[in-house]
Structures are given as structure tokens and as C-alpha cells.
């Protein structure tokens, strides 16, 4: 199970961190990604990050922003946001990549989704 945490309502220009946090699975051995849905679009890929955390893979849209990050040890993984848009404004989900470490970017090679944390940058 996943459950996402740190959504809120910000200034464009402002700063978030997200939380993931996982139970009920070996995480430390799960790659991990988030993804956001605005209203009327698809679900889209922001980040994904692997096992260990030595590697991390960004959307065009969100590189340079965004940072993901993880602790196995408190099994969450993090997005830091900053500089936030007006069209960062979306619900974000964190979770499972499917089939191993990959820069996976689409959300049927991703499982076990949390319900989502809403994010609202006001321009």
C-alpha cells in the first residue's frame, strides 16, 4: 500500500515536497515513480527513481525542478518541487514500477497506485 502525503496550495514560484509512503511490501527492492493527472488529461510521468536510488529519470517538463528521492530505511520516497507552475496543478500518485529498474514512462508498466495528493500552484 501506498499512501502520498504534502500536496497543498501554493504560489507559482513556491516550493512543495511530496511523501510516498509504502508497507506491506519489500520496498527497499522497488522501483519507484510518480506521476500527475490534471483535470480532463491522462495520467502523466514526472519522475521514477530505482531500487537503490543511484539513478532517477525526469520528464522534459519537470527537469531542472524537480528532485526524486528515497529512504529505504523509512520505506518513502520523495518529490521536491520547486519553482511550481500554474500547470504543475494536478493530483500526483506515486507508484511501483512493474518488471524492474527502467526509465519507464508509461502508467500500465507501473502498479500498486496510491490515492494521490492534490497540488495547486496559483499563478
Known amino acids: 500500500q501506498l499512501v502520498e502525503s504534502g500536496g497543498g496550495l501554493v504560489q507559482a514560484g513556491g516550493s512543495l515536497r511530496l511523501s510516498c509512503a509504502a508497507s506491506?511490501?519489500?520496498?527497499?527492492?522497488?522501483?519507484m515513480g510518480w506521476f500527475r493527472q490534471a483535470p480532463g488529461k491522462e495520467r502523466e510521468f514526472v519522475a521514477c527513481?530505482?531500487?537503490?536510488?543511484?539513478?532517477?529519470y525526469y520528464a522534459e517538463s519537470v527537469k531542472g525542478r524537480f528532485t526524486i528521492s528515497r529512504d529505504n530505511a523509512k520505506n518513502t520516497v520523495y518529490l521536491q518541487m520547486n519553482s511550481l507552475k500554474f500547470e504543475d496543478t494536478a493530483v500526483y500518485y506515486c507508484?511501483?514500477?512493474?518488471?524492474?529498474?527502467?526509465?519507464?514512462?508509461?502508467?500500465?508498466?507501473?502498479?500498486?497506485w496510491g490515492q494521490g495528493t492534490q497540488v495547486t500552484v496559483s499563478s
Open positions: 507508484a511501483v514500477q512493474r518488471y524492474g529498474w527502467s526509465h519507464r514512462t508509461s502508467p500500465i508498466e507501473y502498479a500498486d
Open positions: 527513481i530505482s531500487w537503490s536510488g543511484g539513478s532517477t
Open positions: 506491506g511490501r519489500t520496498f527497499s527492492s522497488a522501483s
